[in-house]
Structure formats: C-alpha cells, structure tokens
T-cell receptor, first 109, second 117 residues
Framework: KNEVEQSPQNLTAQEGEFITINCSYS?????LHWLQQHPGGGIVSLFM???GKKKHGRLIATINIQEKHSSLHITASHPRDSAVYIC???????????FGTGTSLTVIP | ETGVTQTPRHLVMGMTNKKSLKCEQH?????MYWYKQSAKKPLELMFV???????ENNSVPSRFSPECPNSSHLFLHLHTLQPEDSALYLC????????????????FGAGTRLSVL
C-alpha cells in the first residue's frame, strides 16, 4: 500500500470549472508538497504546506494535519492547467519523500 | 526553466550498452537527487547526494551507478540494463536535504526518457 493516495487518478474539466484534487497520507509528516508535472516530464513545485492554507494565483492548497488530508483547488481552470498533479510528503523521520501516483488533469476549451 | 538541466532528453540503449545521464543545476544548491518514474507508479527515489556525499541509496541495483563530482553536477551511469528499467529518470536539487527545513524544496529537471531494448 502506498503511503500517499491521490484522487481522482484522472480528471477532465471544462474551461472555467472549479477543480479539486485530493491527497491522503498515512504517516506523520513535517510537510506536504504539491507538484505539477508537464507533458514531457518537467516537474515544478507549486506549494509546500505544514498547516492551514496557501494561495498562489488561481491555485489554493489546504492541509488538515489531524485528518492527514490535503486538497489542491484550481479556480477558473484553463487548458494550460492540463498537467499531472503530484502530492508528496516529507515524513517526520528520515530523508525519504513519499509520492502519490499523480492526478492527470485535462481542461477542455 | 527550473535551473536544473538534464541531458539527453531521450535515450535508447541496448541491454549490453553503457551510457550516462547528466544533470546540472545552476541554483547553488547542495543536494541533488535521482528519481525513477515508471508508468502508473509513484516517483521512486534512487539516490541522494548532499555536499557531494551520497546520503541515500534506496536499494538500487548496481547496474545504476551515480557520480557526483561537485555540487552542481550529478551523473547516472548505466550498464547492462534490463527492459524493465525503461522509465523517465528525473534529477532534482534542493538547497539542503535535511528533513525539517524549508530549504529542501526540490527543483526538478525535465527528465531523460530511457528506453532499454
């Protein structure tokens, strides 16, 4: 069983829709990261969270440490948001990162 | 552009070949990482280098051999690979590899798509 589970695995949305991607994890963590992987492979770090909520442009990330759950929201989605979104956690001990399998998002014009 | 450059972007090799993947970062970071990404699987950490010293080897087969000559460059030497080694190999760097520090936000390269025939 993977320490990090994401849902949904695949998501198709119409341009302008509000999108939510969920991440649940099973270990105690010091931080959680949301990453965006573009077609072709390159990965960009979107957020690092240890509590509460962060906002950057149309992207909002929240985390509930007690429930071991995080969500990534995209408001007014756009075709350029089409990518794979990956949740990763830093456990409290060790240097390992645990990664989810990713959510593949396609936004249709 | 993330400041982490990987070459080549694509590589096709036979099982008896020897090849190397290169990663270079221009961010002044001290930690560098190799990851393997196979289809439908989470990213797998392979190696971690901090200040040129290997700090993590995640039970990687010896047919993968990393080299870190300085904090800006990281290589992954490949020999006698198997078809199941075909994957996207990603390099990343961070200011530090310590668990509790915000400085270990990782910046990823675009990856090398490896096919082993």
């Amino acid at each position: 069983k993977n320490e990090v589970e994401q849902s949904p695995q695949n998501l198709t949305a119409q341009e302008g829709e509000f999108i939510t991607i969920n991440c649940s994890y099973s270990v105690g963590i010091s931080a959680l990261h949301w990453l965006q992987q573009h077609p072709g492979g390159g990965i960009v770090s979107l957020f690092m969270l240890s509590s509460g909520k962060k906002k950057h442009g149309r992207l909002i990330a929240t985390i509930n440490i007690q429930e071991k759950h995080s969500s990534l929201h995209i408001t007014a989605s756009h075709p350029r948001d089409s990518a794979v979104y990956i949740c990763a956690v830093q456990p409290n001990t060790g240097n390992q990162f645990y990664f989810g399998t990713g959510t593949s998002l396609t936004v249709i014009p | 552009e993330t400041g982490v450059t990987q070459t080549p972007r694509h590589l096709v090799m036979g099982m008896t070949n020897k090849k190397s993947l290169k990663c270079e970062q221009h961010l002044g970071h001290n930690a560098m990482y190799w990851y393997k990404q196979s289809a439908k699987k989470p990213l797998e950490l392979m190696f971690v280098y901090n200040f040129k010293e290997q700090t993590e080897n995640n039970s990687v087969p010896s047919r993968f051999s990393p080299e870190c000559p300085n904090s800006s460059h990281l290589f992954l030497h490949l020999h006698t690979l198997q078809p199941e080694d075909s994957a996207l190999y990603l390099c990343a760097s961070s200011q530090d590899s310590g668990t509790y520090l915000a400085k270990n936000i990782q910046y990823f390269g675009a990856g090398t798509r490896l096919s082993v025939l």
